[in-house]
């Protein structure tokens, strides 16, 4: 429908639209409020506004919608119906939902900024991913779970995950029957490095024949695993003094920027993929993604317990302010942040999805902000599937409280010139915050398969062939891609 000859403004004033909530003005059943992205005002999709208008949309009462925002009773029983088939993702979408129209958008635009979701320099004060973050394992290297499998499903010896190894490319007798063995019918009880390696032997039978395949073809990322990354007893190993903690939090974390949460099991080449071996790969491939984080991307620096990591501007950092500035760049722009969250020698990497602001001006040019930040957990189950259970038992929630020093008149907080942590804060403020990845890594990072970066990643996982049709790529890639479209 074409839009009225005039709006009312979409920049309502608090107490005028206090007045206009007493009048029954309604908009009509097909009236529209957007086009080609936009309404009048400053409502734009994809905008600070816009997420804020959908997040109560969405997220609102139907007597919230009648008694504070002022929608009549029929558009906000119109708008919960609506929103219980799917949350509205876009302001088109809302706009469809019948007697939605420019009253309707003048109405929650002045809701939203009496409220104060969106700040007046444009960015939300509250905010969260379309999709939450989806909770993980951290992979712990003192067990070495990837390559011996847990005790849910079936936790293998050293020698046991060694002896699969090395029959994993040959056809001896003795070999065939141990991977018959220790196999079974699918792969159900291998860890997920081993169900991977036994994937590719699968891919290679079918394609050269059984033994006809070149040595070199197979992954062997069980023995990358165990010779680089499983600590078990060894004392000498690079990283003894961190096995309370070592493992692949960081992949796990990463990978949600890119991946939904594995919700369901899916046989591949005659090997079953359960959520955890998937979310298992995701780790281990991620976990190389944390050397191609651009500078402009990540805030603060790692604080360790040795020389060169143990000072206090590594412990002091984040600073306030630019924890802020990144929620704005990032949760704030729909998408998510990731952050080791411990700023002592710990490292604990969680995806962050949303945040809630609230501002106590203290003066001109200083304010105090507690920041509730929301994230999925990675101490949980391997086997947990959350995302689907509407009460995500997997997700944790921090409270931050900090004082920023911002300029005479400023009217958003990413004006912050600097600030301090306070009270419980001062132990509990993130160490580091990762805002994205480089564009393109997963091409880049096989450049570095022959330097020390091997010591790292799992090269053997990202082997490359030319699998199902496709050019040469990683096999894990076309794994990935043939699981999440099932």
């Not at 011996?148 to 079936?154: N, Q």
């Not at 063995?181 to 079918?206: C, H, I, N, T």
């Not at 939090?249 to 920027?257: E, K, P, V």
């Not at 409270?399 to 005479?408: G, I, K, V």
Request: aromatic share 10%; proline share 5%.
């Amino acid at each position: 429908m074409r839009l009225p000859a005039r709006l009312p403004t979409l920049l309502l004033s608090a107490a005028l639209a206090a007045c206009a909530a007493d009048a029954v003005l309604e908009d009509g059943p097909d009236d529209d409020a957007i086009s080609d992205g936009k309404a009048d005002g400053a409502l734009t999709e994809g905008s600070a506004l816009a997420r804020a208008v959908l997040k109560v949309a969405n997220e609102a009462t139907k007597a919230t919608l009648t008694e504070d925002v002022g929608l009549t009773s029929r558009t906000a029983g119109n708008i919960v119906t609506a929103r219980a088939a799917a949350p509205f993702a876009t302001l088109a979408e809302l706009d469809r939902v019948p007697y939605v129209g420019p009253v309707a958008f003048d109405r929650l635009v002045a809701y939203v900024q009496a409220e104060g979701l969106v700040g007046a320099g444009g960015n939300p004060l509250s905010a969260r991913t379309a999709q939450p973050s989806w909770s993980g394992y951290y992979w712990s290297m003192a067990r070495g779970e990837l390559a011996l499998g847990w005790d849910d499903r079936k936790v293998w010896t050293e020698a046991e995950a060694r002896a699969f190894d090395a029959c994993i490319g040959s056809y001896t007798s003795s070999c065939v029957a141990l991977l018959a063995d220790m196999a079974g019918p699918d792969g159900a009880e291998l860890s997920p490095l081993m169900k991977f390696d036994y994937m590719v032997r699968q891919q290679l039978e079918a394609t050269y024949g059984p033994g006809g395949a070149p040595a070199t073809a197979y992954a062997h990322a069980t023995k990358w695993e165990l010779e680089q990354h499983y600590i078990g007893d060894n004392r000498e190993h690079r990283y003894w003094n961190s096995r309370g903690y070592a493992g692949k939090c960081i992949g796990w974390a990463l990978s949600n920027f890119d991946y939904a949460e594995p919700t369901r099991a899916v046989t591949l080449d005659g090997v079953e993929f359960a959520p955890a071996d998937i979310k298992g790969l995701l780790a281990s491939i991620y976990n190389g993604a944390q050397f191609f984080i651009p500078e402009e991307l990540a805030i603060g620096n790692e604080f360790h317990d040795y020389e060169g990591a143990d000072s206090q501007a590594y412990y002091d950092d984040v600073a306030p302010d630019d924890f802020v500035r990144a929620l704005f760049a990032t949760i704030g722009q729909g998408k998510l942040l990731e952050g080791d969250l411990e700023p002592g020698d710990g490292v604990w990497n969680y995806p962050i999805h949303a945040y809630d602001l609230t501002i106590e001006r203290r003066s001109a040019k200083q304010a105090t902000v507690s920041a509730r930040i929301e994230y999925a957990d990675d101490e949980v189950e391997i086997d947990l599937v959350a995302s689907a259970d509407p009460a995500r038992p997997d997700l944790k929630s921090r409270t931050l409280r900090f004082e920023l020093d911002l300029p005479s008149g400023w009217d958003d907080l990413a004006q912050a010139t600097g600030g301090r942590w306070l009270g419980d804060s001062v132990d509990t403020h993130p160490d580091v915050l990762i805002l994205g990845i480089q564009p393109g890594w997963r091409q880049e990072i096989y450049d570095y398969r022959n330097t020390d970066m091997n010591t790292e990643v799992n090269f053997a996982l990202l082997k490359r062939a030319q699998v199902h049709g496709s050019a040469w790529t990683p096999i894990v890639d076309d794994l990935l891609e043939r699981y999440y479209a099932r």
